[in-house]
């Protein structure tokens, strides 16, 4: 039972624009919500958050909004990097219970 | 370079056997958590050990088992493999129990192919 998906396996974007990847999830006692970023051969690392009472989170290049009536989150990146390139999870969970994540979106910014 | 480190990276065994993965965990963490990531799936948690403790279960089989030693170390063991356990198992941990806001650091995996 997947309750985190993101739908599109895979995004190209070129270089400066801006890259925009989607995540939904079921369980609404979800309070906290994680995107880790992973390159080959490479663990996934952490990347940014946010918490349920928040609808934005941002970290320089890296935005989080949360819409919690969708049961729905994205992460913006801009300007897009070709060092972006990688596969980005999104994950969430509830207090006390383990983290939950998706099947992973690849992103290749191309020059 | 995360500070988790995984033991072997690449394994290759057949069907049948056992295998134990090893995980040493940044210093000063107490948390040590195994995910399980199949061809076509995202990271599955298994089970999270604190401070030598089991403290949550996710989707581990009965064929697997894990372990946290005193110095913090920690084993997953898959007995009686089959086929569909040939995926990438990353140890992860953290500093505390684990609550929502506490960053997990990955290692980066183990490759199992059983054939």
């Known amino acids: 039972d997947q309750q985190v998906k993101q739908n599109s396996p895979s995004l190209s974007v070129q270089e400066g624009r801006i890259s925009i990847l989607n995540c939904d999830y079921t369980?609404?006692?979800?309070?906290?919500f994680l995107w880790y970023k992973k390159y080959p051969a490479e663990g996934p690392t952490f990347l940014i958050s946010i918490s349920s009472i928040k609808d934005k989170n941002e970290d320089g290049r890296f935005t989080v909004f949360l819409n919690k009536s969708a049961k729905h989150l994205s992460l913006h990146i801009v300007p897009s990097q070709p060092g972006d390139s990688a596969v980005y999870f999104c994950?969430?969970?509830?207090?006390?219970?383990?983290?939950?994540f998706g099947k992973g979106t690849s992103l290749l910014v191309t020059p | 370079d995360s500070g988790v480190t995984q033991t072997p990276k690449h394994l290759i065994t057949a069907t049948g056997q056992r295998v134990t993965l090893r995980c040493s965990p940044r210093s000063g963490d107490l948390s040590v958590y195994w995910y399980q990531q199949s061809l076509d799936q995202g990271l599955q948690f298994l089970i999270q050990?604190?401070?030598?403790?089991?403290?949550a279960k996710g989707n581990i089989l009965e064929r697997f088992s894990a372990q946290q030693f005193p110095d913090l170390h920690s084993e997953l063991n898959l007995s009686s493999l089959e086929l569909g356990d040939s995926a990438l198992y990353f140890c992860?941990?953290?500093?505390?129990?684990?609550?929502?806001?506490?960053?997990?650091?990955f290692g980066p995996g183990t490759r199992l192919l059983v054939l």
């Open positions: 369980n609404s006692m979800f309070d906290y």
């Open positions: 992860a941990s953290s500093v505390g129990l684990g609550s929502v806001i506490e960053t997990q650091y």
């Open positions: 994950a969430a969970s509830r207090t006390g219970y383990a983290l939950n």
């Open positions: 050990y604190y401070n030598g403790e089991e403290r």
